[in-house]
């Protein structure tokens, strides 16, 4: 075996100093044919020697952990490449002969062996050893035209050619395989950092996944060509609008006696004053922008404290963008008023154009919806919103966007 591989490595060495550019398009292809069937024959032979050494114990008989520690040290390989030479070996050791020879002939290559071999294993368990070797033949015939992607998706229908009366049977008893790993492994983990931000981490189920994507991902795309924000971004977005909308609806179960709702603590001076910050009832600060625009949402409760400390206002009714008034906004608006946006109502809030703190008081007047993007745009951004002669709202561009700053409408939302 010595002699031949020196052999083999000296006529590959002479190969190597041939010059392919001299060759014609047809004798590259056949040179690659044949450089490909030769890898192939010597993985086989490559794999048939590691198995043995492994199964002699030479690894640890040389003072290595491991036979995969032993092989990277011996030819130099990541250690996650020696443990995937000795996984591979041991694949090939357990294969059916067909699916040896089939590598022997370099008819397959050793990705595909394992492909093959996992599902032949799969076939014997489900439909017994007759079976198992009528797959051989399917998916080394397979194996010619395919590769071990798409031979791994083919071998999951594997038993309608071998099989067929237990096709069904095995079909219907991976799906519920499938469900109940899926139940098992279905999990939430929600991290809290030290700046109060989340980290959510976890795997859901498949139903709750097609819900989750049913919900976000009409809102994760993207709002015109100038969204800046990235994918994950819009996503983030998107989860944090499904919960605004949730919180509004007022379905969700009661929390300690109270309906669900976000409750922020502000001084009223600091409020009015943009001075300051809030504090969530988690013990969380935000800063005075993002109050004062959690302020106009309706699906959140501001606790406004004079200097004493006393309540001022906790969610009074005319102050909140609710009822009949939310009512007459939606009709008029019919859902995000700012350019170009064509979220609907349900994903809006009500926005105060001149802020309740600063004076404005709660109408139809000195109202706006916005979606939640939208809605922290205007805050934190250099737009401005006021009603025009006809009653519906108008967007004022910075003077850095469009020097004119010609007001500019919402043309999504069809009105008659």
């Not at 590769?147 to 079909?171: C, F, Q, S, W, Y």
């Not at 931000?197 to 819900?211: K, N, S």
Request: hydrophobic content about 40%.
């Amino acid at each position: 075996m010595i002699d031949a591989l020196e052999q083999a490595e000296a006529a590959v060495a002479a190969c190597f100093d041939t010059a392919a550019w001299a060759a014609s398009e047809h004798d590259l292809v056949a040179a690659l044919d044949a450089a490909h069937r030769l890898e192939q024959r010597l993985a086989a032979v490559k794999l048939g020697l590691v198995r043995e050494l492994d199964g002699r114990g030479t690894a640890t008989a040389q003072g290595a952990s491991s036979t995969a520690v032993w092989l990277r040290d011996r030819l130099r390989l990541g250690v996650g490449a020696a443990r995937r030479l000795v996984e591979l070996a041991a694949t090939l050791d357990a294969a059916p002969p067909g699916v040896q020879d089939a590598l022997a002939a370099a008819t397959v290559d050793v990705e595909q062996v394992r492909v093959i071999a996992e599902t032949v294993e799969t076939v014997h368990a489900s439909a017994g050893a007759e079976a198992a070797d009528k797959a051989v033949g399917v998916l080394v015939g397979w194996a010619a035209q395919f590769d071990a992607g798409l031979l791994r998706k083919l071998g999951t229908r594997i038993l309608d050619h071998v099989a067929p009366e237990a096709a069904d049977a095995a079909a219907e008893a991976a799906v519920r395989a499938q469900e109940s790993r899926a139940a098992r492994d279905r999990h939430l983990t929600i991290s809290e950092q030290t700046d109060g931000r989340l980290r959510l981490t976890g795997i859901l189920d498949t139903e709750a996944a097609a819900a989750l994507r049913a919900a976000i991902d009409p809102l994760s795309a993207p709002l015109g060509p100038d969204d800046p924000r990235t994918a994950g971004q819009r996503r983030h977005d998107a989860l944090a609008d499904v919960c605004r909308l949730a919180l509004r609806t007022g379905d969700l179960p009661e929390n300690g006696g109270d309906p669900t709702q976000v409750v922020i603590t502000t001084g009223y001076d600091e409020l009015t004053r943009q001075l300051g910050s809030g504090a969530l009832d988690t013990g969380l600060q935000l800063t005075p922008e993002a109050v004062r625009r959690l302020a106009c949402d309706a699906a959140i409760l501001p606790a406004v404290l004079g200097g004493a400390g006393q309540p001022l206002d906790v969610g009074r009714q005319r102050r909140l963008i609710s009822g009949p008034l939310r009512r007459a906004l939606v009709l008029r608006d019919r859902g995000c008023a700012f350019p170009g946006c064509d979220r609907p109502p349900r994903w809006c809030d009500g926005h105060h154009i001149r802020h309740w703190a600063d004076g404005g008081d709660t109408s139809l007047d000195n109202s706006v919806l916005l979606c939640g993007y939208h809605h922290r745009h205007l805050h934190h951004g250099d737009w401005s919103v006021r009603l025009g002669g006809d009653g519906h709202p108008e967007f004022i561009p910075p003077a850095w966007l469009d020097p004119t700053q010609l007001p500019r409408r919402n043309h999504y939302h069809r009105r008659r």
